[in-house]
């Protein structure tokens, strides 16, 4: 089988992840912060120990601010409906996933905001967002990468208008970290918000939000927090604020193990190999007879293929035993933005693990369901 929906979830772990899950289950799955047994305090040093790995990873030294959430939708709720609690204007780009998209439409159904689109396809996205603040704009909320195209959004110009305009930033980076190295401390933001078990090879189950230090939010899920048990509110200190409930402790380690073997592998190498395998499957599809190519940035590429459903070509390359998705990718603002509402697309997604001989596997059975049709 060739997996190539890693936009969606890396399905092939390193090993050293599978180990890591395993003895967290085996080993130490109490739970933590919660009792003062060995095995609950082994489990509350795991969690502490992941927060630093990911704190440092994305160039900060903040552990706390580190909110450990199921995916990185949930973590999105957090940001974006803890800290928008007012009638105003935010702005998101063209590109949004349902995960941006649907909390914002609930906000304006719920307490009135309005928001504006921006386009990531112009040359100066530090104009066009410009062109779009109002006296009540509060926020700009968008994604680093399209999971469509791989189209990236500059997150130097979104710090810039943060920092000029003083406007909230929530960053959705879903479809970049861990394909590229990301400093936060060299930019100005609100919220980072990743999931766990894409490019950063965690399993399902684990994301987090990091906030900066001068972020304000309340919180939208209340309970049980290991800390301050008599006070009748969430803990007012980060992180226990916002994670009520049981953390899903093998999720978190897998997190911290998997950005340990990207340390290891090196960041570098890795945005250098994924953009050799995006770049030769490019252009390689583009000797497709009657294929349309979308986007094909930071391991993200999508096609459609005249005369055929994308359902259709999606089903025929899975009989070959090539993993792809098709459909709207739960990003119609996406589709409509380059024309592909109505079909939906295609799309490939490869990771640091995948190979040349994959790229080509996948353009050969193309190839032949394209001489078939």
Excluded: W
Excluded at 8 to 15: H, L, Q, S
Excluded at 96 to 103: A, D, F, G, I, Y
Excluded at 146 to 173: F, H, Q
Excluded at 205 to 216: E, L, Q, T, V, W
């Amino acid at each position: 089988m060739i997996y190539l929906d890693n936009a969606a979830t890396t399905y092939k772990k390193p090993a050293r992840v599978y180990r890591v899950v395993n003895k967290a289950i085996r080993k130490y799955a109490a739970n933590p912060g919660r009792s003062s047994h060995r095995l609950a305090l082994k489990a509350t040093e795991i969690i502490y120990d992941a927060r630093e790995v990911v704190s440092n990873f994305f160039g900060l030294n903040e552990p706390e601010n580190v909110i450990f959430t199921q995916n990185a939708t949930y973590a999105l709720n957090i940001a974006i409906k803890g800290m928008i609690n007012r009638r105003c204007h935010v702005i998101i780009s063209d590109l949004e996933h349902n995960s941006v998209l649907r909390p914002i439409n609930a906000l304006c159904d719920s307490i009135g905001i309005e928001y504006s689109v921006f386009r990531s396809g112009t040359d100066n996205v530090f104009k066009e967002i410009e062109s779009l603040i109002r006296p009540d704009t509060a926020f700009v909320i968008t994604t680093l990468a399209s999971n469509v195209t791989g189209k990236e959004i500059p997150l130097l110009a979104l710090s810039e208008i943060k920092k000029r305009y003083n406007i909230g930033l929530i960053i959705d980076a879903s479809q970049l970290a861990g394909h590229k190295r990301i400093d936060l401390s060299r930019y100005a933001f609100d919220a980072f918000v990743a999931p766990g078990h894409k490019a950063l090879f965690g399993i399902m189950g684990g994301g987090f939000c990091i906030f900066s230090s001068s972020a304000k939010a309340k919180t939208i899920i209340d309970g049980g927090s290991g800390s301050e048990s008599v006070s009748a509110h969430m803990p007012e200190k980060n992180p226990e604020r916002f994670e009520a409930g049981t953390l899903a402790l093998p999720a978190i380690a897998s997190i911290a193990e998997g950005i340990r073997f990207i340390e290891k592998r090196g960041i570098e190498r890795v945005e250098e190999e994924i953009s050799v395998l995006t770049n030769r499957l490019k252009e390689m599809l583009c000797g497709v007879r009657g294929i349309n190519i979308y986007g094909g940035e930071n391991g993200v590429l999508s096609f459609t293929l005249d005369g055929m459903s994308t359902e259709g070509v999606s089903a025929a390359l899975d009989k070959k035993g090539i993993c792809t998705r098709a459909g709207l990718h739960c990003a119609p603002l996406a589709h409509k933005t380059y024309g592909t509402l109505d079909s939906g697309t295609v799309r490939i997604s490869v990771s640091c693990l995948n190979t040349v001989n994959d790229i080509e596997k996948a353009y050969e059975g193309l190839l032949d369901i394209r001489r078939r049709s």
